[in-house]
């Protein structure tokens, strides 16, 4: 495919395929259709047979190419199922031009300091496992590691002390980053404020600008209620203040990002809803590079 595909790219290569889609033609009069010099069109000629695509027969005193096929309807195929998947509603590319529309609607509104302030999200999820183990995965660092990133990022450090006045530190790369060459690709801190274990989890958590700063400031409340089969609904509220005009970026991506990362944490408890002691010895030092550190904090 790769011969093909180089052999292709060449405009005058192009012509003389064209030319043979028509019918089987010998060389000068290839030469003569598409204005090149006969010597030129025969090495043209000559690639296009090496990469499968024309073959060639002599005829008395002419040499006669004729276009094979075969070829381009397999790099047509290839084509096609390229475009099928980037068109694939549920992939990746949806989430991306989803992400775009916000992004540039987002840009467009911040014009000035405190642009976004009072902006809420809402999300909700029904969850298996009871409100227990729903409260661990929330608060506990090897299990938030799981699934609080979207889909494409992955915690390369994490920091939630579980308690009144306790520190959040929560760093990220490109899940496909696995050694940690790339630059971080983004950071948040924060602290929480509201513990009531099993039922109720409130922080503040600030991501931070490439020069440090803080670009808006989220006030974040959990509440967990158990279901009657066993379950727990979890119902999350985002709250923004202090937003700077270098925001816009994070804020477009938090109705997409974090929606995501609950869908992580629903299939996380809907692979083993009772589950309470096995995830304490997750050893991660197999999904994150060599400086990536967590720090379990407190679960008081």
Known sequence: MDALLAALADPARWRL?????????????????????QPQTTKHLQ?????????????GQRRVYALKAAPLRDLAAALNQLADDADRVDGSHATYDRYGLSLRAERSAAAEPGWADGR?????????GRPELVWRHLTEAPLLARWWTPDDLRVSELVFEA???GRIVQEYRDAEDTDGSDPVVGRAEGVVEDVRPG?????????????????????????LTPTGTGGTD??????LTD???????FVAGIEIGF???????????AADPYDSNSADNTDRTDRTDRTDRTDTGSTT
Do not use: C, M, N
């Open 163 to 165: 308690r009144p006045g």
């Open 47 to 59: 690639t296009l047979e090496r990469a499968g695509i024309v073959t060639s027969q002599r005829a």
């Open 259 to 269: 929606g995501q990362s609950l869908d992580k944490l629903a299939a996380a408890l």
């Open 243 to 249: 937003s700077t005009v270098g925001s816009a970026d």
């Open 17 to 37: 395929v064209r030319l043979l889609a028509e019918r089987p033609r010998p060389v000068g009069v290839l030469a003569r259709l598409a204005e090149a010099r």
């Open 120 to 128: 809420a999200f809402r999300f909700h999820r029904s969850l298996a």
């Open 199 to 223: 039922e109720r989890l409130g922080y503040r958590l600030s991501p931070v600008l490439p020069d440090g700063s803080t670009a808006f400031t989220a006030r974040v409340d959990l509440g």
């Open 234 to 239: 979890l119902d999350v509220h985002w709250r």
